[in-house]
């Protein structure tokens, strides 16, 4: 029995078949639906892989994540229980603390997001969520 069901989104096609999984999931089994967007930021100094997005509010990027957070969060009518948009490093903000902060029992991701040529060169987060996160991992293609 899940309880509670995060999806991260990028805006690439298997970010929404897994958002639209989730969906699917949180509906049958009665959980509750987080959603997270992390813009990645290559160049970040913090120790903790995380800006506040205050430093960020003019950027397009960012600004069209939120629009697509938004746009994801509005266009179902299950209810999703709350939506995360954040800076930084994907592995660290998902697997470490919103798995852990939020009791995740089950985190769906997309194998290839939309940054698939940087991922090849660097790893891929999905594989990473697999091996790493205190949860059970749904990795869709």
């Known amino acids: 029995m899940l309880k509670n069901i995060l999806v991260a989104i990028d805006g690439s096609q298997n970010s929404n078949r897994a958002f639209n999984q989730a969906l699917k999931l949180a509906q049958t089994q009665k959980a509750n639906l987080y959603l997270v967007r992390v813009v990645e930021d290559y160049y970040l100094n913090e120790d903790d892989g995380i800006l506040q997005m205050e430093n960020y509010s003019d950027n397009p990027e960012v600004i069209k994540a939120r629009d697509d957070l938004n746009n994801k969060s509005l266009m179902?009518?299950?209810?999703?229980?709350?939506?995360?948009?954040?800076?930084?490093?994907?592995?660290?903000?998902?697997?470490?603390?919103?798995?852990?902060?939020?009791?995740?029992?089950?985190?769906?991701?997309?194998?290839?997001?939309?940054?698939?040529?940087?991922?090849?060169?660097?790893?891929?987060?999905?594989?990473?969520?697999?091996?790493?996160?205190?949860c059970k991992v749904r990795i869709i293609e």
Do not use: E
């Open 76 to 134: 179902t009518v299950f209810p999703i229980r709350d939506t995360f948009l954040r800076i930084g490093d994907p592995k660290k903000i998902i697997a470490t603390y919103l798995v852990r902060g939020l009791k995740i029992d089950l985190l769906v991701v997309g194998r290839f997001g939309k940054d698939f040529i940087n991922r090849k060169k660097i790893g891929s987060n999905a594989n990473f969520f697999k091996q790493n996160a205190p």
